[in-house]
């Protein structure tokens, strides 16, 4: 049993959504002036494990994104090359 490309983008690109909303709302919580300025107390804050789940789903979201971009390098490079009008007549 083989799994379909279509399979394949569609896992990575909820897994780089997913990883990147959670490094967003952990961006955000570590800056807890932004909380403070839209009114939300969310109760104390565990900052060393903010700082963690921050810089691992960071860092595994960019490595979906290059792997990602790594499965799609044909399409990237076509397009850039007709949105540049190189290569055409």
């Known amino acids: 049993m083989s799994i379909s490309k279509n399979t394949i983008n569609y896992i990575l690109n909820w897994i780089a959504f997913i ?3 959670t490094t ?3 961006g955000i ?3 807890s002036n932004i909380l403070a300025f839209i009114v939300i107390n969310i109760g104390p804050i565990n900052v060393q494990l903010m700082n963690i789940i921050h810089r691992w789903s960071g860092l595994i979201a960019g490595l979906i994104i290059l792997v990602h971009l790594i499965l799609h390098w044909r399409w ?3 397009t850039t090359r007709n949105l540049l009008g190189v290569g055409r007549k």
Do not use: K, P, Q, W
């Open 29 to 31: 919580i570590r800056f």
């Open 19 to 21: 990883l990147g909303l």
């Open 24 to 26: 967003l709302i952990t």
């Open 76 to 78: 990237v490079f076509r």
